[in-house]
């Protein structure tokens, strides 16, 4: 035997071999790990959790569980990700948290473009919601409410790195305020403090107001994005904030999927091939869409788009945070 002939067939074990993983990918009765790296019930858990649903078909099959490592802004869940095996049975769905956060830590557990990025999922516009008593009923109320109770209003958020964190930092700034702000978990806990009174006002994800406003539980005041929103139509009749007098103001959020670094292209394909079928999927839409929340269609949804986009948010939150002067170690 030549010495070609035996890299040859070295090289022939080594593409059967990567070839049988890929089509390997999940395998029979084997179990993936969708890290949420918030509480339960929150806006990036049922986003995941519907997500999951749909995957299950498209992953042959595969069962799907949901792993809640919360905690500090969403860098806990993250950072678990970024150290687990790299094989495609442990993935992560966060949001735009995964952007703000190299601004915000200066240590930081991850390395945000080292991730391999599986696709982007949906945008969701926040909204600024108030805990029942409040005694303002609009945005203007609400308004000259937070200036004059500068250091003494309360404002729920979801740490340092979270999508109600960008919100009401950017609110502060705007409104030149100041609001004594408590962190939480995610805002799931967040969204009871407020129903209960604990807490006075958050900025948060339609996918988790929506029930609450339509149930009367939570006052609505004025959405993030820069036009209206139309669908659910509780919201049709909130300001922007922009129009409101913020001029400029608009913050959307966005949910992406993830797998550790060094995951095989091969897998990282499939369970792209897997998030196509689901973004398509009627039951899918529906729910995010009776949410608020819109199922990205464009080039956002492949690997390549994804890293792409995410890398711009990067520089683009940056700035903004810095200016603010807000960081954690
Ligand atoms: N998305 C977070 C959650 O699921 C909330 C936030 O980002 O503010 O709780």
């Known amino acids: ?31 993936i790990t969708i890290v949420v790296p918030f509480a339960a019930g929150g806006p990036t858990d049922k ?10 078909k498209p992953l042959g099959g595969a069962t799907i569980v949901i792993d809640n490592s919360a905690g500090a802004g969403s860098t806990i869940g993250t950072a678990k990700v970024f150290r687990a095996n790299p094989d495609g049975y442990t993935l992560l769905v ?19 473009d080292e991730f391999e990025f599986a696709g982007l999922i949906n945008e969701v516009p926040m909204v600024v919601v108030g805990k029942p008593s409040l005694a303002a009923n609009n945005w203007g109320e609400l308004k000259t409410w937070l200036v004059e109770n500068k250091g ?28 004594t702000t408590v962190p939480y978990k995610g805002t799931a806990p967040a969204m009871t403090d407020l129903m209960g009174g604990q807490v006075d006002v958050m900025c948060d994800q339609t996918t988790n107001t929506t029930s609450q406003i339509e149930g009367k539980r939570i006052k609505a ?37 993830y797998a550790p670094k060094g995951t095989p292209a091969t897998v ?62």
């Open 1 to 31: 035997m030549t010495c070609c002939f035996k890299l040859s067939l070295a090289l022939a074990a080594a593409t059967l071999a990567f070839g049988a993983q890929a089509a390997d990918f999940p395998g029979a009765g084997k179990t």
């Open 47 to 56: 986003v995941a959790r519907d997500l999951a649903e749909a995957l299950r």
């Open 94 to 112: 966060t949001h735009i948290g995964i952007a703000t956060t190299p601004a915000l830590y200066r240590k930081l557990p991850y390395k945000v």
């Open 152 to 179: 003494k209003a309360n404002l729920a958020n979801a740490g340092l790195g979270a999508a109600s964190h960008l919100c009401g930092l950017m609110l502060q700034q705007a409104l030149q305020t100041e609001l």
């Open 221 to 257: 005041y004025a959405v993030s994005t820069a036009k209206r929103i139309t669908v659910p139509a509780v919201y049709k009749d909130l300001p922007t904030l922009d129009e409101a007098g913020l001029k400029g103001f608009n913050v959307s959020i966005w949910h992406g999927l």
């Open 268 to 329: 990282v394909k499939a369970v792209n091939d897997a998030l196509q079928v689901a973004l398509k999927d009627p039951e899918f839409v529906k729910k995010e869409e009776s949410l608020g929340a819109v199922v990205v269609h464009d080039d956002r949804a492949t690997s390549a788009g994804h890293k792409k986009f995410v890398m711009s948010e990067i520089a683009k939150w940056g700035p903004v945070i810095k200016a603010a002067g807000q960081y954690a170690d």
